[in-house]
């Protein structure tokens, strides 16, 4: 499969499993959950989607694991939405990379301010 197609079903799975979550799920522990990417394995088998909440540690914590209650009703969701023959098996991970964008921003702040208190 080309990478052009895998990218475009990536996009397509990515917005289907937003609308399933904002739209269909009712389960209030979920909470202000954004997909910020979904990776799908070269078969079809299984998509990786990547996760941020709204607020602290903890509460990310519980959205996902209300998320993964919610994994076969939000895959049964997905696959009468999606034209394809296999519905691939949905693993929710917390995404942490602006958390780690924060992280260097404050390192490079703090070396900033190292760099002004010398002069």
Known sequence: MSSIKQKRLEG??????????QFEVKDADVGFVTITDVEVSNDHSYAKVYVSFLGKNARAQAGLKALNRAKGFIRSA?????AIRRT????FVLDTTEEHGRHIDEIIAS???GENTEE
């Open 12 to 21: 397509i799975i990515r917005k289907d499993i937003s609308d399933i979550i």
């Open 78 to 82: 997905l696959s009468q939405r999606l």
């Open 88 to 91: 691939p098996e949905l693993t």
């Open 111 to 113: 070396l900033h301010e």
